[in-house]
């Protein structure tokens, strides 16, 4: 059985949730486009193309649509483990003469499908990008004690305070880190700030070597 705690903990998950969250914006868009594409059950092959071409570009390997419609691909491990199979239905329940496209209100969107099963789809999507980004990332949260502080100021219960934060945070994403910090009745600037690719500290390593002992030296593959 997988240790699922354990595997929560390792550096690589860690830091594709890291960048799924602070993409949120371009999932959104992914999951409008999926549900802008007709997908009635047995008739989602264009949807599916779509899906293809996507994988495709995100370098996954063995990319095929097989008989039955479905979309595969691999992502090749580094170890001996069983693979994890990953998957998001591509058809819909509604008739292709549907009206599909989203509309927004606010945070939310409305359209038939973009729950079921757009959303899922643009998700599996994002997994396999977040994976694939090399380097180290960081991410700052900031978490007042709600044992001593929450309490004391009388901010209700867990969805109280997550109210509050809503309410009194504004997303900028790109804002300059030097002027962010918190300040006593300021409004609390969340997003996503600085993003940079650095080389993996294995990239490092056998940069390293290999410039000491040159062709002495074999690369390295984890």
């Known amino acids: 059985m ?12 860690a830091k594709a949730f890291q960048w799924i969250d602070t993409h949120v914006d371009r999932i ?18 264009e949807r599916a193309a779509y899906v293809q071409g996507r994988f495709q570009a995100l370098g996954l390997h063995d990319v095929a649509i097989d008989a039955a419609g479905n979309v595969r691909g691999r992502r090749p491990g580094v170890g001996a483990s069983p693979g994890v199979a990953v998957g998001a239905h ?36 994002a997994m396999v ?15 007042p004690c ?3 502080f929450e309490r004391q100021q009388k901010m209700g219960d867990g969805l109280d305070r997550l109210r509050w934060y809503c309410d009194n945070s504004d997303i900028r994403n790109n804002a300059a880190t030097k002027g962010l910090d918190i300040r006593l009745h300021d409004r609390i ?18 940069a390293h070597y290999q410039e000491r002992l040159g062709t002495k030296y074999k690369v390295y593959e984890g």
């Open 28 to 45: 959104v868009e992914e999951a409008i486009r999926l549900c802008e594409i007709p997908a009635p059950t047995f008739e989602e092959a």
């Open 189 to 206: 600037v969340v997003g996503k700030f600085v993003d940079i690719e650095r080389p993996t500290y294995l990239d490092g390593m056998n």
């Open 2 to 13: 997988v240790d699922l705690t354990g595997l929560m903990r390792e550096s690589t998950v």
């Open 129 to 143: 990008e977040a994976l694939k980004k090399p380097g180290f990332s960081f991410i700052e949260i900031v978490a």
């Open 90 to 125: 591509l058809d819909t329940v509604f008739p292709r003469e549907t009206d599909v496209r989203v509309r927004r209100e606010g945070t939310r969107l409305h359209a038939p499908g973009i729950g079921d099963n757009s959303v899922a789809v643009a998700s599996l999507l």
């Open 146 to 148: 709600p044992t001593i």
